[in-house]
C-alpha cells in the first residue's frame, strides 16, 4: 500500500477542520456561484480564526513539514509613525 504524501495528510487535516462546512455543502440543492462562493468565504474564515486560536502559531505548516511564513510588519508600524485620516 503506498503511503499517503504530506499533501494527503494536510488536505485530511483541513477536511477535519471544516468538517461542520463539509455537512453543511451535502444538503445544498443547487450549487450556484453565489454558494460557492459564500463556502469559499467560510472556509478562508475558518481557516483565519483557526489560525489565530491555535496553542503554537504555525502549528499546522510544522507538522506537515512546511516552513511557517514570516509575519508581516503591521502597515502602520512600518513607517514608525501613525497613519493620517484625510
Known sequence: MEQ??????????IDLRLAD???EAADVPEWTLEVVS????ACYGKGYCDALTEDAPGSLCLE????????HEPVG?????????G
Request: aromatic share 8%; hydrophobic share 30%.
Open 64 to 71: 506537515h513539514g512546511y516552513e511557517v511564513p514570516p509575519r
Open 21 to 23: 462546512l463539509w455537512r
Open 38 to 41: 459564500a463556502f469559499m468565504r
Open 77 to 85: 508600524r512600518r513607517s514608525g509613525g501613525s497613519r493620517s485620516t
Open 4 to 13: 499517503p504524501t504530506r499533501i494527503d495528510l494536510l488536505e485530511l487535516d
